[in-house]
Every structure is written in C-alpha cells, then in structure tokens.
C-alpha cells in the first residue's frame, strides 16, 4: 500500500504519467466511437465483421490503458510494465506517423509516449509504484 511503503507520498511523476495514459486510453475510445459512428452510418468498408472486431480492439484497449493508469496512480507495480508496452507501441505508430509527412499527428503521439517512458524509470515513480496485488498470506 502506497501509505505504508517507502514512499508515502504520491510523486507528481506518477500523477503526470497517470494523466498521460488515461489520455491515451480517451483517444482510444475517441477513435473507437468515431470509428463505431461510421461504421453505422454506412460509410463503405471491407469486411463489416473486421471493422466490428476493429471497433471491440480499440474498446478493449481503452479500457485496458484506463486500468493501467487507475492502478499506477494507487502504486501497483504491475502497471509499469503495462505503461512501457503501451508507450513502445504507441512509438512504433508515431515514427511512421512523422515520417509519412502528418508532423502534428505524428508528434502528437511521440511526446507523451517519449515522456511516459522517461518518467517509468524515474527512481520516485519506482519507487512510489512498488506495490504488490493481493492480500498478504495469512500465516
């Protein structure tokens, strides 16, 4: 538990990193309702069934990004693990993104997931995230 650990207080990094994720997590789920949105308004797609399948990824890992900055946010540990993937993948959109010439988009992406990576290994946000799940065991 975050009061009775090492750190007591919560470090203003892990509030930002906090912030930054659910950021992430509402542009998922802006993208999933824009993208649900024209899929029934008949905008022409391929596959109606991978567009819906589309739809439930984005939903998923909206929520999933949203449980991740919750849990960072109380001092989990397992979160950390769950934010570096998260930013990697975010990257490995991002880069493409500026190099095929969407500069805004493209930055819009690489800054917060360059500046999440850097404040995962923050020795405060270690340190204050170092919480284990569960109860502890009874005997």
Known sequence: MPGTGP????????S?????????????????????????SGAPVLS??????TVALLLSFSAWLFAVGHFLFRGYRWPRAGALVAQLLVLTIAVPTLTGGYVAAGLGMLIPAVAAIVLLFRKSVIRFASRAGG?????
């Open 7 to 14: 750190a007591t207080t919560r470090p203003t990094a892990v």
């Open 16 to 40: 930002l990193l906090a912030v930054i994720v659910a950021a992430e997590a509402t542009a998922l789920l802006v993208a999933a309702g824009w993208y649900g949105f024209q899929l029934v």
């Open 48 to 53: 109606f069934w991978g567009a819906v399948f």
């Open 135 to 139: 109860t502890p065991p009874a005997l």
